[in-house]
């Protein structure tokens, strides 16, 4: 093998790393961007909006059971009102002294039945803030709602470009990998598993963009002219030149 044919295998290890990384930084993508975390973001606002809704419609029930029970009491209180007064005034009760009780009786129904219709007007009163407070709720949550939507059809055509480029991309590593020779490749597989996918590095103007360091004038010489793999003495990665 001539040191050309050489360099085109460490360019296309070169290249095939660019690939590579850009096919990991896409999947990576997939899974989370600024965008899918202000989806989720959203997601829990409106999930958040539900509960305080849902919050608010028991807080409703619960007042309404309560006004149904002092409604059911003042019923109550009434019907024994009407019913004290009906023996009071019947011509049935004929001792005074009997009759003074009952009216006190009838006197304290009449002070519990006023009692008891202040209580529900309060009740009532305060359904209707809680009523005017949910139908605000419903309407934030319907606007927030209706952002998530355009949200998430935002991100379905962002992921859509991203799922076809990422094809485009396979597509390449494949064209790249088929070109690659089995011991450069297996050399390849070795070096970025070991760096973090960025086990080739290129060498520009004498220095390891990999560590950032000079490269040493042995080095150098049998970069530029050897046949065989090379390494960085500083971090090991394989160094690679492409000609700028």
Same mark, same amino acid.
């Given at each position: 093998?001539?040191?050309?044919?050489?360099?085109?295998?460490?360019?296309?290890?070169?290249?095939?790393?660019?690939?590579?990384?850009?096919?990991?930084?896409?999947?990576?993508?997939?899974?989370?961007?600024?965008?899918?975390?202000?989806?989720?973001?959203?997601?829990?606002?409106?999930?958040?909006?539900?509960? !305080?809704?849902?919050?608010?419609?028991?807080?409703?029930?619960?007042?309404?059971?309560?006004?149904?029970?002092?409604?059911?009491?003042?019923?109550?209180?009434?019907?024994?009102?009407?019913?004290?007064?009906?023996?009071?005034?019947? &011509?049935?009760?004929?001792?005074?002294?009997?009759?003074?009780?009952?009216?006190?009786?009838?006197?304290?129904?009449?002070?519990?039945? &006023?009692?008891?219709?202040?209580?529900?007007?309060?009740?009532? !009163?305060?359904?209707?803030?809680?009523?005017?407070?949910?139908?605000?709720?419903?309407?934030?949550?319907?606007?927030?709602?209706?952002?998530?939507?355009?949200?998430?059809?935002?991100?379905?055509?962002?992921?859509?470009?991203?799922?076809?480029?990422?094809?485009?991309?396979?597509?390449?590593?494949?064209?790249?990998?088929?070109?690659?020779?089995?011991?450069?490749?297996?050399?390849? !597989?070795?070096?970025?598993?070991?760096?973090? &996918?960025?086990?080739?590095?290129? +060498? +520009?103007?004498?220095? *390891?963009?990999? *560590?950032? +360091?000079?490269?040493?004038?042995?080095?150098?010489?049998?970069?530029?002219?050897?046949?065989?793999?090379?390494? *960085?003495?500083? *971090?090991?990665?394989?160094?690679?030149?492409?000609?700028?």
């Amino acid at each position: 093998m001539d040191q050309m044919e050489q360099m085109d295998q460490m360019e296309l290890l070169y290249r095939l790393q660019e690939v590579d990384l850009s096919i990991s930084n896409m999947e990576k993508s997939l899974e989370d961007t600024p965008l899918i975390r202000e989806v989720n973001e959203k997601q829990e606002e409106v999930e958040g909006r539900k509960v !305080e809704l849902e919050d608010t419609k028991e807080e409703i029930v619960r007042k309404k059971k309560k006004v149904k029970k002092l409604e059911s009491e003042l019923q109550q209180k009434s019907e024994e009102s009407s019913s004290l007064r009906k023996k009071m005034y019947g &011509g049935e009760i004929a001792s005074t002294r009997e009759l003074e009780q009952m009216e006190k009786k009838l006197n304290l129904l009449e002070q519990e039945k &006023g009692e008891l219709e202040n209580s529900i007007i309060e009740e009532m !009163e305060i359904i209707e803030e809680i009523e005017s407070r949910k139908k605000k709720q419903e309407e934030e949550l319907s606007g927030e709602e209706k952002k998530l939507k355009e949200l998430n059809e935002k991100l379905e055509q962002e992921q859509e470009q991203i799922k076809e480029e990422l094809e485009k991309m396979r597509g390449r590593r494949t064209e790249l990998a088929e070109q690659v020779e089995p011991r450069f490749m297996e050399r390849y !597989e070795t070096y970025s598993q070991r760096f973090n &996918g960025r086990g080739i590095a290129n +060498v +520009v103007r004498d220095i *390891c963009e990999g *560590c950032r +360091v000079y490269i040493s004038s042995a080095i150098k010489g049998r970069l530029y002219k050897s046949n065989s793999l090379v390494y *960085c003495e500083n *971090c090991g990665r394989i160094l690679v030149w492409i000609p700028e």
